[in-house]
């Protein structure tokens, strides 16, 4: 039997969002400024709104040791996790100015998120974002992004 898969998404430009929206990703694009990528000078930000509102960002930060360096997304994403405040995620976005359009995100980082969303009551938001375009990508669930994730929980 051969199965096929959907994926969704809404290809949109930036003036399309709702407000709320559109502020995360102007958020995200801020937060790319302050990357430390001196390697790859790819500097990435991300934002992430709580449902009660509350902004967080981040940004990519590199070593010298290549693979000790960590993306945008998951530098955000441990920070909420140590903070506690990952069930309250609503919406994530991604800014690369340097990509040529939607920056996507790499496969570690789709890992986390999907389990750090599986915590939550509702899917995330996600919207990403590069470079002068105004395209933009969202998604709303990270299964449209990470389809066989890997989900194990200790019982
Ligand atoms: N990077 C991110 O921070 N997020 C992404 O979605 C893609 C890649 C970073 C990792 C590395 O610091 C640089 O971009 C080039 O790969």
């Given amino acids: 039997m051969t199965y096929s898969l959907i994926l969704s998404y809404d290809k949109l430009t930036l003036s399309e969002l709702e407000e709320g929206e559109q502020m995360l990703v102007q958020s995200a694009k801020e937060a790319a400024s302050g990357a430390y990528a001196p390697y790859s000078k790819f500097g990435v930000g991300a934002a992430i709104r709580l449902r009660d509102g509350r902004l967080f960002t981040g940004n990519n930060q590199e070593n010298a040791a290549y693979p000790s360096g960590l993306c945008a997304e998951r530098t955000l994403l441990f920070y909420l996790g140590a903070q506690k405040l990952v069930p309250h995620i609503q919406a994530l976005a991604v800014f690369a100015p340097r990509s040529e359009g939607p920056v996507m995100p790499c496969g570690a ?47």
């Fill in 109 to 155: 980082c789709r890992q986390v998120m999907y389990e750090y969303e599986s915590l939550a009551q509702r899917p995330w938001i996600l919207i990403f974002a590069g470079g002068e375009t105004d395209l933009v990508y969202r998604f709303v669930g990270v299964d449209n992004l990470l389809p066989f994730a890997f989900l194990w929980r200790p019982s």
